[in-house]
Each structure stands twice: as C-alpha cells, then as structure tokens.
C-alpha cells in the first residue's frame, strides 16, 4: 500500500482512545442524562438476552427473552419507568451524540410500548419464538471459538431453556397468518436437523466432549416437535388475517424508529418515481446489452461466473479490487479490518436455507473479532448439472455486488466498524444483526441505505462492467418496490397475495422468492422501506453538503463524516450535518 492510500486507512487505536474520551466527556458534562442512559441498556439487554450476544455482552449468555405474560409485563413496566425518568431529567448541556441518543432511544421505548402488545409480536408471531430459540444457540456455537467451555456451557442453557420458552408460545399463540405459521413451521423442521445430526457433527469436529451438550440438544428437540405439531393442528387450520400493523403503528415507526419527517403516503410516493425511472431505464437500456428486454438482459448475468477452481477464490480477488479503487477514487477511509471468505460451516448446511442466516453478520461490537467473516456458499454437488446451476447462482455479478460491496467490503463491513467506534451508544449497536432483524429500528437506515448507496458508488467510479452496471437498475427497480409493498400492505390495501403478485409482476421475482419477500415484509413493518430511504436520504444530503462547500467539498470527508455518526437515521444525520454547515462557529451543546 503507498503512503497516501496508508493515510487515508483508518487508525482503530486513535479512534478507539477518542470514543473513550468522549463518553467520559458526556458523562462529567451530562451525568443524570448518562446514568438514565446506563438504565435504558440494562433494561433493553436484559429483556433481549439473545440480542446481547450477538451485541458482545456475555454476561446474558445463558438466558433466552421471558415472553410470558409476566416477561413481558416487566419489560412495559420498565419502558414505562425509563419514560417517566426521562421526563423528569434536570436540563442538561448535551453533545451531538447524547441528543440523538436521547431521541433515538424515547423513541425505542415508544414504539415497545406499541409491539410488545401487537400481533406482530408475541400474540400471532410464532416465528418470534422459534427465531429467539435457535438463534439464541447459534450465536453461541456458530464462531470459531465456540469450543470454549463457557460457551457450551450457555448453550446448554439456552437449549434447556427452549422448553419454557416454547411452552410460553404454545400457551400465547391461538391464532396467526399463514405466512407466519408457516415460517415457524420451516424454522421447527430446521431446528430438528440443526440440534440433531448437524450438532453431532459440530461435536466431533470440535472435539466437545460435553454429554450434557447432547442431553439438552434432545430436550429441545423434543420441545420443537412439540410446538410443530401444535402449530399443525391448532394454530395452522384458522389463519387470522391481520397481516398489516395499521396506518398508526405504521406512522409511529416511521416517526419514533426512521426519524422521517414524512407521511407513508409521501414515501410511497417518492417509490413509485423511483419505480417508473428504473423501469423505463431498464427498457430503454436493454438492447444496448444486446437483450430483447430487461428480464433478458439480466439472465446473461449468469454467463460470466467463475470455474469450480476459481470459486473459493473469486470472493478475495473481487474485493481486493474493490477496495484498490475506492482508494485511488478517495471514496472513503477504509478501515484496516480484514474480512474472511469462508464455506459455510457444514454442522449449520442443511438447516441454513430455512433460517435467518445471512452470509454477513454484523461482527459484535462489544466483542470484536479480529477480522469478520462472509460465508461462502457451498457450490460441491455430485450431478455436474447441479453444480453449473450453482456456479451460475453465485455469478461473478452476485460475489461483486452482493457479497463483496454492499456486504463484505465497503458496505456494510466498513459501516460497521464506523459503527464501533461511535459516540452515540445507540449508534454502536442499533444494526447489529440479532435473531431475525437489526438490534432496533433506527439503525436501519443508515446501515442498508450506505450499502445500496455505495454500490452506486463504485458503478459511478468505473467498477463495475456495463451488464452489472444496468443490473444497478434493477437493483433500484426492487429496492422502490418492496417500500411500496411496506406501505401497502401495512395500511391495508394490500393482502399477502397483492404483494407476492406485485413482486412477480412487476419486480420479476421467482414465486417462491416472492412470497418469502412478502412474507418478511408483513412480519417487520417500516423495514423494507429503509434501504430506499436511507439511499435517497444519503444522496440527497450529499448534493446539499456539495452544494454548501463548493470547491472545498470532498467526497470521503463527507463519507468519513456519514459514517462516523454510527447506525442512526439517516434523516438525524443529515440535520447535524447541514445545521454544522451552516454555522461559523463550533456547535454549542444544547439542553433537552
């Protein structure tokens, strides 16, 4: 590496030493505001103990979320006091990062309040439970270390403790969508094969010699056989309907977790420009790539793939170039933390695809790994026509701007490791992936909406070829669609089978994909709207910091800077930021 590209590198000693001087700072300077804080993450990571170790905390470890009556009891009452505390604060001077915590986390507590009481959550959502179970586990047993003795130790635990909890949903659920039994069910089946055969194998190719290890993998086993069958014939013969949250809830998460000053209407708006631009550049460009349409144009993606020698491979190199030219374009200090391209592990193979194991995973802040890890999927197969179907899957287009940018590299791996080293204590953890979704809300938007703006980036500075430069295109085509799909099916105009159709027919999603899209959708309302508003967010803060600074602007100053804030809402940035610029002095801390 020459000297300018090792400048521009980030230094994590530096900006580890000045994240501890700044929370000391806003500690002397805030202290009832701080220890207010301090109490909100007791409570939050006491009541959401899986969540916790994939955050870092171990002390959790052992312990699965209390969704009984009387859990969750406790944890309203808590939101409730935290609440009142908060109102009775004395005014304080706080900085940046404590005034955005401050509204970041009121807000967290009030959109509780809402879900823990909604069918979304513990009522109709039986894949809240089997998520929480299995997840719990593998967060323990899934990194390479997990051999040590205190691991095994709290994933006996949490095994024993998938008892109770699957008891407590048994006892809850009466009644839920059919989309979401049936994404309960598909988790049941995996857990089977995952606490079964796949654990038996982790335990001989880790050398674990731990009998209560397997004791506890049975009892649990036996639990999902047993909540499986009662999905089967209770829960799964009289489907309720209520897919959508309501256009309040909905305005509520938009408001307390986005920060968006806009309605669901507005945003919907916006989505369907984006939608109609993307579909009249896709028909417009497809004979430019030598296509009859768009849906032709991007089955040539699978052409160019690597051979069965060069897979493994190909992750590595793809994003050793990515990163050489985001340094020769300055796009952004790149911080010296190395990712691993590695198979998946064998033990977690068979039950992966039913389950939320994402290739990348937030690496967790509060126990931070040397390096983060990208499984690789695995392409082996005995029929050669299996295997072509499978290199074909993963194509050279699919490694570049799936795996390597917006995930892996200069996407989500450097975020997450601004993220870090944050000074607002939310945006250190906010989209750290947990058991089904982010740590909370409000660091989405930031989080996915950098990751699709910046393979944007890298197609506007030469990097990628003109076939994966048009499938950008699409990418933008599917992003506007599942906003639309967020706002629709959650105000109600749209069933579950609207949005798989509305996937299928104008997104060109395969019918199995769309319905798993449509799916996740239902069960998360106000996520899939947050890679679109957090992408336009990002691009239109970027031409209004441009615009303000005139020749001085620079593109990875304002990136650093992005990024630097941690995984809060993009709309938050952008009003520190452009209040920043438009100020001559030093911004003065401000009470709440």
């Keep these: 590496m020459g000297r300018s590209a ?189 606490f079964g055969d796949g654990l038996d194998r982790l335990i001989a190719e880790r050398g674990i010699a731990r009998p209560e290890l397997r004791a506890a993998a049975d009892l649990a086993m036996r639990a999902f056989a047993r909540f499986d069958a009662y999905l089967a014939a209770e829960v799964a013969p009289r489907p309720s309907d209520r897919y959508a949250c309501g256009p309040e809830a909905y305005a509520l998460l938009l408001r307390e977790g986005h920060a968006l000053g806009e309605t669901a209407a507005q945003l919907e708006a916006r989505a369907l420009d984006h939608m109609a631009e993307a579909e009249a550049s896709l028909a417009a460009g497809a004979g430019a790539v030598g296509a009859p349409d768009w849906h032709a144009a991007l089955a040539q993606l699978a052409d160019a793939h690597p ?11 793809v994003w050793a170039a990515a990163r050489t030219i985001a340094e020769a374009h300055d796009l952004l200090t790149i911080p010296d933390w190395p990712v691993r391209f590695e198979q998946q592990p064998a033990w977690v193979r068979p039950a992966a695809p039913s389950l939320y194991f994402i290739p990348y995973r937030s690496p967790a802040p509060f126990d931070r790994p040397p390096h983060g890890t990208s499984y690789i999927p695995s392409i082996e197969a005995s029929d050669p026509a299996e295997q072509e179907r499978r290199l074909r899957a993963v194509n050279d287009q699919v490694i570049k701007q799936n795996y390597v940018v917006h995930h892996a590299g200069i996407g ?64 933008r085509l599917r992003m506007s669609a599942r906003t639309v799909v967020d706002v629709r099916l959650h105000d109600g105009r749209f069933s579950l089978e609207d949005a798989t159709d509305f996937y299928r027919d104008r997104v060109g999603m395969a019918p199995a994909a769309a319905r798993a899209e449509a799916v996740k959708n239902a069960l998360f309302p106000a996520t899939a709207c947050m890679y679109l508003a957090g992408w336009d967010g990002i691009r239109r803060l970027g031409r209004a910091v441009k615009a303000s600074e005139g020749s001085a602007f620079s593109l990875r100053r304002f990136h650093d800077r992005l990024l630097a804030f941690g995984s809060v809402p993009v709309s938050l940035i952008a009003a520190e930021m452009l209040d920043d610029a438009a100020s001559t002095e030093t911004p003065a801390t401000a009470t709440h």
């Design 6 to 194: 090792a400048r521009r590198v980030a230094s994590e000693p530096r900006a580890e030493s000045a994240a501890r001087r700044e929370v000391e700072r806003e500690a002397d300077a805030a202290p009832a505001f701080s220890a207010w804080l301090d109490a909100f993450f007791v409570s939050y990571f006491r009541h959401r103990p899986v969540n916790a170790t994939f955050v870092g905390l171990r002390e959790h470890d052992g312990r699965l979320p209390d969704f009984s009556d009387g859990g969750v009891g406790d944890a309203l009452a808590d939101a409730d006091t935290l609440l009142g505390r908060l109102r009775a604060l004395p005014p304080e001077p706080l900085t940046q990062a404590q005034r955005l915590d401050r509204r970041l986390a009121e807000g967290f507590l009030r959109i509780q309040r809402w879900e823990y009481d909604s069918p979304h959550f513990r009522w109709e959502n039986p894949s809240l439970y089997t998520g929480e179970a299995i997840f719990g586990v593998l967060g323990l047993l899934v990194p390479s270390d997990a051999r040590d003795g205190e691991r095994v130790e709290h994933a006996v635990a949490r095994l024993r403790a998938t008892l109770r909890l699957l008891a407590d949903a048994q006892a809850t659920v009466g009644q839920a969508p059919a989309g979401w039994t049936e994404r309960a069910r598909r988790e049941c089946a995996a857990a089977l094969l995952l």
């Design 307 to 317: 051979t069965i020698e060069q897979f493994s491979g190909r992750f590595v190199e």
């Design 412 to 475: 989500h791996h450097a975020q997450n490791w601004y993220a870090m080293r944050a000074a607002s204590r939310i945006g250190q953890v906010a989209a750290v992936d947990c058991a089904s979704r982010i740590a909370m809300l409000c660091g989405g938007t930031l989080a996915e909406g950098w990751a699709s703006y910046v393979t944007d980036l890298m197609d506007e500075v030469g990097y990628l070829t003109p076939l994966e430069s048009y499938a950008q295109r699409y990418a």
